[in-house]
């Protein structure tokens, strides 16, 4: 079965940090683009970070600029987005999918659970 499994979410402080993982499996990550998404209660899901085949990164989200970073380790077949300068709007379930490419919206197979991100003191 092909899926990917998204963890490392949890309940941190405004201004704290966290690094979520995206897991492949059934399928090699090497030859998809990974995206970031995230959906909020009430709001639409939008897209975050991602990241190409090859390594470069597209950013989705204004607000997230200079906070959160976005690296895959193909050995692993495990994405990762790390987040730092968490404030309480970056609250959301987070997902991962895999795309073509970063610039394409489609993405290739369904959405798994996410992993809930809550900021808050």
């Known amino acids: 079965q092909l899926q990917l499994v998204e963890s490392g979410g949890g309940l941190v402080q405004p201004g704290g940090s966290l690094r979520l993982s995206c897991a492949a499996s059934?399928?090699?990550?090497?030859?998809?683009?990974i995206g970031w998404f995230r959906q909020a209660p009430g709001k639409e899901r939008e897209g975050v970070l991602c990241?190409?085949?090859?390594?470069?990164?597209?950013n989705y989200a204004d607000s997230v600029k200079g906070r959160f970073t976005i690296s895959r380790d193909n050995a692993k077949n495990t994405v990762y987005l790390q987040m730092n300068g968490l404030n309480p709007e970056d609250s959301a379930v987070y997902y991962c999918a895999r795309k073509a490419t970063c610039a394409t919206s489609v993405i290739s197979g369904s959405w798994g659970q996410g992993t809930q991100v809550t900021v808050s003191s």
């Open positions: 990241i190409g085949r090859y390594g470069a990164t597209t």
């Open positions: 059934g399928f090699t990550l090497v030859g998809y683009a």
